[in-house]
């Protein structure tokens, strides 16, 4: 594991420390980096890295947010791998990384999401921000639904 700590303030340290995150990204160097974010920010990562051919997006898990890098050395696309987590887990948010200034249009319809790399503070609070408005949506039968502001 890297020897780095990254500080974000106590406002950013999150208590769902039972959310996992998946997190695709064809640099294994990119992988440990955002796997030690995700769990310094009190998440369980669940890496996944992303080869020309033949990854395999794990199945059957219980993921509460996807991290998904745009530029992929792969046979497959971001939105093609887009998709294929939509069919897997429908209704989880996905965050796509990128060192473009904006989110893609071909991939900006299939997440909920974006971040520039390199802005470790900014992706840690949009997965907090992503997470409070999931748990804001599971309520007790005789409360009413709450709504969060989009993102």
């Known amino acids: ?17 039972h959310r996992k ?13 955002y796997s030690l974010l995700v769990k310094q920010a009190g998440y369980d ?6 080869r020309f051919v ?6 059957g898990e219980k993921i509460g947010l996807v991290l998904l890098d745009y530029r992929l050395n792969s046979s497959k696309t971001s939105p093609e791998f887009a998709s294929e987590i939509r069919a897997l887990y429908p209704g989880v948010p996905i965050i796509v990384l990128s060192d473009l200034w904006s989110v893609p249009a071909d991939i ?6 974006f ?4 802005e470790p503070a900014k992706l ?3 997965v ?3 997470f409070a408005a999931a748990s804001d949506l599971v309520t007790s039968d005789d409360e009413a639904p709450q709504h969060s502001e989009n993102l």
Do not use: C, Y
Request: hydrophobic share 45%; charged share 20%.
């Open 108 to 113: 900006a319809p299939l997440v909920d999401g």
């Open 115 to 118: 971040v520039r790399k390199g």
């Open 128 to 130: 907090s921000k992503l």
């Open 45 to 50: 990562a669940l890496p996944t890295l992303v």
């Open 21 to 33: 995150v998946l997190i695709l990204d064809d640099d294994p160097m990119h992988l440990e980096i």
């Open 124 to 126: 840690i609070e949009t």
């Open 54 to 59: 033949g990854t395999k997006i794990p199945s």
């Open 1 to 17: 594991m890297l020897g780095v700590h990254f500080e974000f303030g106590e406002g950013l340290k999150m208590q769902a420390s």
